[in-house]
Nanobody
Framework: VQLVESGGGLVLAGGSLRLACLAS????????MGWFRQPPRKAREFVAA????????YYADCVKGRFTISRDTVKNTLYLQMDSLKPGDTADYYC??????????????????WGLGTQVTVSS
């Protein structure tokens, strides 16, 4: 399984970016894919996840209302639309896939596969 992120970059506060993650090698029709991020000098944290078959989405409180996770089951691609970006959103963003359950959506240990990450920098 290979997950490859794209779409990171430098943006001004209040701006938008759209991240994409292409999954190859298998599909996760019975599982989920998601995004985590790791700010500089901090631990990796949950951003959002989505069930692959039904499209149910889950968000961290800090991004709810600003970020939207979606997936294209034909292209086997995961997206993260990020709007109203803040300097605090600056981080390396990682795509992930696995089989979390209702109790561990936000735990990185619930996911089996990870991309190498894409950097997002939001300047004030």
């Amino acid at each position: 399984v290979q997950l490859v992120e794209s779409g990171g970059g430098l943006v001004l506060a209040g701006g938008s970016l759209r991240l994409a993650c292409l999954a190859s090698g298998r599909t996760f029709s019975n599982g989920a894919m998601g995004w985590f991020r790791q700010p500089p000098r901090k631990a990796r944290e949950f951003v959002a996840a989505i069930t692959w078959s039904s499209g149910n989405a889950y968000y961290a409180d800090c991004v709810k209302g600003r970020f939207t996770i979606s997936r294209d089951t034909v292209k086997n691609t995961l997206y993260l639309q990020m709007d109203s970006l803040k300097p605090g959103d600056t981080a390396d963003y990682y795509c992930t896939a696995g089989y979390p359950d209702s109790t561990n959506w936000a735990s990185p240990h619930a996911y089996d596969y990870w991309g190498l990450g894409t950097q997002v920098t939001v300047s004030s």
